[in-house]
């Protein structure tokens, strides 16, 4: 149980691999089109940061409700909220490359833009990256405080860094709740800038909850083939795959929700966002998300053997895995880019960054062991059936 994570050779040479062909697939961008670069940056510094929020998130969930049968894997949200703030330094490129994305940012705009400059004092560069910067100072806070507490019962025995984990947890998703709507109305909705949605927020909470699971599910289970986690059981992968199926229709009933509202309404100002999406060469990525994030895993997991088998929820998660990628790359490309081409760009920059999470998720965990020896759940995960 207190086997602790190896990183292998072979493991080291394919993420830096990955790496290598992303800092290869930028430097080809910023060459050939930088400002189709400057929106893949932000794609995928948006779709990793999702995925760190999902996971911290349901981990502060686990501690809340108080969940035994996840307390055996609370090392995998905690490591995958180890990249926040990575995502934190690599948002810093995007201050320059702003007037390739955002309109707003664009002097003449706000001169001649009534609505431009009517949102002008929230969006405006200073005010802009003040926010940023408190975004990730507290994600970054509170998660690693989640972390050091986790730490510290396993050296302390006893209730206390359980109580406060607790505590800090109830602290966290409140945080959450104001600062990633606030950050997904800064970096993605503003792309926009003449539309709003007031379930753009929820929208995105819930993929990155529901897509951070299933990357939660894939790690734990590639980890369990490679000999760790040798407690896994088909219960676990059921509590798993319930989480995921719930999520998928959760996250289906917000994305209907949002489209059917404006398509109902029919006003100008609303339709404006859905229209590209729906009518022109973003057709087949518009559709193809909702088969791919909701149809296919709701399908798969109505069936129970599909729910405790690992094998399956393997293909499941990953292709969820590219179900967000083109849920986020719709929200960005189309207002920014204008155009549908994936390439060595597209391919490499999201290559690049599968390399940099893998190998900073892999490091978090190989620096701990692996289970919480202490956490006062931990029976009841280990003998979960």
């Known amino acids: 149980m207190d086997k602790q994570l190896i990183i292998s050779p072979r493991f080291r040479y394919l993420v830096f691999a990955l790496m290598g062909i992303g800092i290869m697939a930028f430097v080809y961008g910023f060459i050939t089109n930088p400002t189709k670069t400057w929106a893949n940056l932000l794609v995928n510094n948006y779709y990793f940061l999702a995925i760190a929020i999902g996971a911290t998130f349901f981990l502060a969930l686990q501690y809340i409700t108080q969940s035994g049968w996840s307390s055996g894997f609370v090392r995998v949200p905690q490591a995958i909220g180890n990249f926040i703030p990575v995502i934190g330094i690599l948002m810093i490129p995007i201050l320059f490359g702003v007037h390739s994305i955002y309109e707003w940012t664009h002097p003449e705009a706000l001169a001649t833009d009534p609505i431009i400059e009517y949102k002008s004092p929230y969006l405006n560069m200073p005010f802009f990256i003040i926010r940023l910067v408190i975004y990730f100072a507290a994600w970054i806070f509170l998660t690693q405080l989640l972390r050091r507490f986790s730490l510290r019962e396993d050296r302390e025995n006893g209730l206390t860094y359980f109580h406060k984990s607790e505590f800090y947890s109830k602290v966290y998703i409140f945080t959450l709740a104001l600062t990633f709507s606030l950050a997904s109305f800064d970096w993605i909705m503003s792309i926009d800038v003449h539309w709003f949605s007031t379930i753009f927020a929820v929208r995105n909470f819930i993929m990155a909850f529901f897509h951070a699971t299933a990357i ?170």
């Open 216 to 385: 939660i599910t894939l790690i734990v289970i590639i980890l369990n083939k490679l000999g760790y986690f040798p407690f896994l059981t088909k219960a676990h992968l059921r509590d798993f795959s319930k989480y995921i199926f719930a999520l998928s229709i959760i996250w289906v009933y917000m994305w209907f929700s949002q489209y059917i509202l404006i398509w109902y309404a029919n006003i100008p100002e609303e339709t404006v966002y859905y229209l590209p999406r729906t009518k022109g060469e973003f057709v087949p990525l518009f559709y193809g998300e909702l088969i791919i994030n909701w149809l296919f895993p709701f399908l798969a997991l109505m069936s129970n053997k599909v729910k405790k088998n690992a094998n399956a929820l393997i293909v499941i998660c990953s292709v969820l895995v590219i179900g967000q990628w083109i849920d986020i790359y719709q929200q960005v490309i189309v207002g920014t880019y204008h155009h549908l081409e994936i390439g060595f760009i597209e391919i490499g920059t999201f290559l690049g960054f599968i390399g940099l999470f893998a190998y900073v998720t892999a490091r978090s965990l190989a620096a701990v062991p692996l289970v919480p020896k202490h956490h006062p759940y931990l029976e009841e995960s280990l003998e979960h059936h």
